[in-house]
């Protein structure tokens, strides 16, 4: 069993819990995703990372309360466990395999939406910790559904929190202050990398675009089973077929085709989708190895 020591709630149907798993928090890296299991029935749920401690040898999830699978999982309290706790799996954010002084000579701006901002929290942590200033924009649909503020604060350079309804500090959407930054103020940035639901990673990157901004986007949202044989987050990058699960779950979020995305997420929900999703996709539905049943 792999131990909860703690279990806290951040905000209506978001928790988060330190998990006890030496061997993952020894290996993991920002960009990363671990699989958990509550029990030998439960479902495999296909988690990103939002912080770990190798010396204390925790990894901290925060997830939201959705489904049945994870609406039981919220219930689990400091002192219970987890069947499997299965990771890191995908590849790390490439910023991590690059030339630090390269980095350091790059401007970075991160772009959180709802729960996207557990993902880019320990993003932005590597970076400070690499000395390296990177600003940050979080979206939120009011103040009671915005996370990790604090935490947030402590390792951005500069923090602009932005609300749907004008309940804490912007009113508005995430895209306005991107514009703002960049086209009203005048800010330069090299690098975007934009984390959220699917639409708002969409609506940022045709707007990157438009201002020439390089835009790195995480697909963890439509990841069912994490390894690449259930076909669910099949998508095309670029006229390419990639799994989010195992060539990502970050990619160039200029070449994500997100209108084609989001209708196969839509049709994968039901058994029919399913069934007609592997007609049409053929051997590169599951993985692309045509063997995974």
């Keep these: 069993m792999y131990r909860i020591l703690k279990a806290e709630k951040l905000a209506e149907k978001i ?6 798993a030496p061997r ?16 030998e029935k439960g479902e495999r749920i296909p988690l990103t990372i939002c912080d770990f401690d190798r010396k204390a040898g925790t990894v901290t999830i925060v997830f939201q309360a959705v489904g049945a699978s994870t609406q039981k999982m919220a219930t689990l309290k400091a002192g219970d466990g987890f069947l499997d706790f299965v990771g890191p799996l995908g590849q790390p954010s490439e910023f991590v395999k690059e030339n630090l002084e390269e980095l350091k000579g790059r401007k970075y701006l991160f772009v959180a939406g709802g729960v996207g901002t557990a993902p880019v929290y320990p993003q932005v942590k590597w970076m400070r910790e690499h000395g390296i200033e990177a600003d940050v924009v979080v979206g939120a649909k009011t103040k009671g559904l915005l996370i990790l503020e604090e935490e947030m604060k402590a390792v951005a350079g500069n923090l602009y929190i932005t609300t749907d309804d004008g309940s804490y500090g912007r009113k508005g959407m995430v895209t306005e202050v991107i514009r703002e930054l960049v086209a009203g ?15 708002m990673m969409k609506f940022v990157c045709l707007l990157t675009k438009e201002l020439n901004l390089p835009t790195i986007v995480s697909m ?4 069912v ?44 929900k039901t058994e029919e989708g399913r069934a007609l999703l592997r007609m049409q996709e053929g051997d590169t539905h599951h993985g692309g190895c045509g063997n995974c049943g």
Excluded: W
């Excluded at 963890?220 to 990841?223: D, F, H, R, S, V």
């Design 24 to 39: 993952v928090a020894k290996a993991c890296q920002p960009g990363e995703f671990v699989i958990v299991k509550m029990d």
């Design 185 to 199: 103020q005048g800010k330069h940035y090299d690098v975007c990398v934009a984390i959220g639901p699917m639409i």
């Design 220 to 223: 963890n949202p439509i990841m």
């Design 15 to 20: 928790v988060l819990m330190d998990v006890e």
């Design 225 to 268: 089973d994490g390894t690449g044989m259930c076909g669910a987050c099949r998508l095309s990058v670029g006229g390419q077929v990639k799994f989010a699960c195992v060539d990502g779950p970050e990619f160039d979020g200029h070449l994500v085709d997100f209108d084609q995305a989001m209708k196969r997420q839509q049709i994968y």
